[in-house]
């Protein structure tokens, strides 16, 4: 005889029993007992492709900011899983608008920022600008 199966999500899908624990890292020691904090789920995109695009950058007009072609997990800590863990950026140009160039004593322009990433492939890009920063 077949058990019957669940109805619902929820008799499917069982929560963690109240004495499961987690660790987590804290930016420093407390010293004192620690408020209240937040426990959340991050958002991720597990699977991420970004194919045969033509980027035209401005350039750049201050030094607070640069255009830049992809940013990736912009300003992640890099504390916890990565946000994007598989990334394919493949078969773009990155250029600057009209062949401009980016002033002298500014940021320049960036074709690609990326943190926060589990894997990355990155293949077969064309990069035009006049300033350029290593890959890390």
Same mark, same amino acid.
């Given at each position: ?7 619902? #999500?929820?008799?499917?899908?069982? @929560? ?10 804290? &930016?420093?020691?407390?010293? #004192? ?8 789920? @991050? ?15 401005? &350039? ?19 504390? $916890? ?6 990334? =394919? ?9 009209? $062949? ?5 004593? @500014? ?21 035009? =600008? ?7």
């Amino acid at each position: 005889m077949m058990a019957a199966r669940p109805r619902s #999500s929820a008799a499917r899908h069982q @929560l963690p029993s109240p004495a499961t624990k987690f660790n987590f890292l804290l &930016p420093a020691d407390p010293t #004192s007992n620690a408020t209240s904090g937040y426990y959340g789920r @991050l958002w991720q995109n597990h699977r991420l492709a970004i194919e045969g695009n033509i980027f035209d950058l401005v &350039p750049t007009q201050a030094n607070s900011w640069s255009p830049t072609a992809i940013a990736l997990g912009w300003g992640f800590s890099g504390l $916890g899983p990565p946000i994007f863990s598989q990334a =394919l950026a493949a078969r773009n140009i990155v250029r600057h608008v009209d $062949g401009q160039s980016d002033p002298g004593g @500014l940021n320049p322009s960036s074709a690609f920022v990326v943190s926060g990433c589990g894997k990355l492939l990155e293949r077969e890009n064309v990069v035009d =600008l006049n300033y350029y920063v290593p890959i890390q």
